[in-house]
């Protein structure tokens, strides 16, 4: 089975804090994705990456940068998080058509 | 762009019954695939079928079957024989260009006992 593993299920920042979403997964998948979920706008894509080092922008990646140092692991990060970036965060692999989705980061901003 | 609209933000249906989800989409594109993802309450989001735009057939995985409609731009899930388990957010998805998924708002389904 696909494992995507995802750094934190809850995480609360202040605002203007750099923080760090981390996900994992273990099926030596080429694509990664972040994706944020809010209620009534279902999933918007943050960022992807096809490739190692290689991140291309996603609908709404304004606030967000991404990393990919090594195939199994695509970083989020909020450089300077601010209130509205309080929202369920979704990482998500696929080698193929289907995507697989790691269990979710709940991020408050305070 | 490619656009996924779910017109239901919140179905029910009595356990047992048969109940089905709407989703229509809008694309430029002649080659897509259409999915539904299901999002049980705290638990990760899974696919529950797929179908691909140019195959007439409507897809089928057990209790879950698809109503293509490809004119009309529709993708409708159909649930038979509800469970308790199948209680959860469903997502209609249209895949865009090479990898990028799209999604629509999300359709909330409570199973009645």
């Known amino acids: 089975d696909v494992k995507v593993t995802q750094s934190s299920r809850y995480l609360v920042k202040r605002t203007g804090e750099k923080v760090f979403l981390e996900c994992v997964q273990d099926m030596d998948h080429e694509n990664m994705f972040w994706y944020r979920q809010d209620p009534g706008l279902g999933l918007r894509l943050i960022y992807f990456?096809?490739?190692?080092?290689?991140?291309e922008k996603g609908d709404i990646p304004e606030g967000y940068s991404v990393s990919r140092e090594k195939k199994e692991r695509f970083s989020l990060i909020l450089e300077s998080a601010s209130t509205n970036q309080t929202s369920m965060y979704l990482c998500?692999?696929?080698?193929?058509?289907?995507?697989?989705f790691g269990p979710g980061t709940r991020l408050t901003v305070l | 762009a490619q656009t996924v609209t779910q017109s239901q933000p919140e179905m029910s249906v009595q356990e047992a019954e048969t109940v089905t989800l709407s989703c229509t989409y809008d694309t430029s594109e002649s080659d897509y695939y259409l999915f539904w993802y299901k999002q049980p309450p705290s638990r990760q989001m899974i696919l529950v079928i797929r179908?691909?735009?140019?195959?007439?057939q409507n897809a089928t995985e057990n209790r879950f079957s698809v109503n293509f409609q490809k004119a009309a731009k529709s993708f409708s899930l159909k649930i038979s024989d509800s469970q308790l388990g199948d209680a959860a957010m469903y997502f209609c998805?249209?895949?865009?260009?090479?990898?990028?998924?799209?999604f629509g708002q999300g359709t909330r389904l409570t199973i009645n006992p």
């Open positions: 998805a249209s895949l865009q260009g090479a990898q990028k998924l799209v």
């Open positions: 179908q691909e735009a140019y195959k007439q």
């Open positions: 998500a692999s696929s080698g193929g058509l289907t995507q697989y």
């Open positions: 990456s096809y490739d190692v080092k290689m991140k």
